[in-house]
């Protein structure tokens, strides 16, 4: 026994040694689901924790959502789309250092044969108006994502206080809320990237109105502030950051396609 003590302490010597060096930093990021849906973090992210030695663990529920485990300190960095909630989030201090990333539009979604005929609709608003005198079904995400913002303000802006059973809200994110209004031939609002992404297998639903100024649909990304939060991961945050809206992964993002057309849309700077 005594023969072998030089031997295990060798080995203790080189498992301290190896530990940290092998180990895998992990990086913990909210976002909302539509970067998820769309394919986009599954080509943009890899190249990012191939550079930095890191596995960035995603967790993707709506804007609101995501930015709730942000002021609770529960993740490092968020990926969102809700500008005025974003802002929200620095002005109250659980973020630093926000910048642009990409953007798209959303767009209004239904049965190619349109029974509320919002495609003759001059504004988003009016196609609301339509939908709902004729109550067509419209499947809400419900869920206070950018996206269910957006159908809030739409219906505000049409007059409309969305109620009955042809209104439905799903609580879900934007990929399940595309299927379910296939499966109902339904009406929904979608961002374009996830629509452009589940369009053909995965839905035949087609864009009914699109083009409106205020259907723009913008990405922002937020570090936790680490001032509030010591223990967040502040430095590999800022690496993601300055990665994705950096050269390499802003190439990234403007040659990700689906179906052959662009998912999102880089600032042009």
């Known amino acids: 026994m005594k023969s072998l003590r030089p031997l295990l302490l060798v080995l203790a010597g080189l498992l301290l040694f190896t530990g940290p060096a092998t180990a895998t930093e992990h990086l913990k990021m909210s976002t909302t689901t539509s970067t998820q849906d769309s394919g986009l973090l599954p080509v943009l992210l890899p190249a990012f924790e191939k550079k930095?030695?890191?596995?960035?663990?995603?967790?993707?529920?709506?804007?609101?959502?995501?930015?709730?485990?942000g002021e609770a300190g529960d993740v490092d960095v968020v990926f969102v789309h809700a500008r005025k909630l974003e802002d929200?989030?620095?002005?109250?201090?659980?973020?630093?250092?926000?910048?642009?990333?990409?953007?798209?539009d959303f767009v209004i979604i239904g049965p190619t044969n349109d029974p509320a005929g919002i495609a003759r609709a001059k504004t988003a608003a009016e196609a609301l108006k339509l939908i709902a005198a004729r109550q067509a079904?419209?499947?809400?995400?419900?869920?206070?994502?950018?996206?269910?913002?957006?159908?809030?303000?739409?219906?505000k802006a049409a007059g409309i206080e969305p109620k009955g059973s042809w209104y439905v809200e799903a609580g879900q994110g934007m990929g399940p809320v595309i299927t379910m209004a296939t499966e109902r031939q339904a009406y929904t609002l979608a961002d374009r990237g996830?629509?452009?992404?589940?369009?053909?297998?995965?839905?035949?639903?087609?864009?009914?109105?699109?083009?409106e100024k205020g259907l723009f649909n913008p990405y922002g990304i937020i570090a936790v502030n680490p001032k509030r939060f010591p223990y967040v991961k502040y430095d590999l945050a800022m690496k993601l950051i300055d990665f994705v809206t950096g050269p390499e992964g802003q190439?990234?993002?403007?040659g990700y396609k689906a179906h052959g057309e662009p998912v999102f849309f880089i600032y042009r700077k």
């Open 52 to 69: 930095c030695n890191c596995k960035v663990d995603v967790i993707a529920v709506g804007t609101g959502q995501a930015l709730k485990l």
């Open 88 to 104: 929200k989030f620095v002005a109250d201090g659980f973020g630093v250092n926000r910048r642009d990333v990409m953007y798209n």
């Open 137 to 155: 079904t419209f499947i809400s995400r419900g869920d206070r994502s950018g996206t269910n913002i957006k159908e809030k303000e739409l219906w």
């Open 194 to 211: 996830t629509y452009n992404a589940y369009k053909g297998q995965k839905t035949d639903l087609t864009i009914l109105f699109q083009g």
């Open 251 to 254: 190439k990234i993002i403007a």
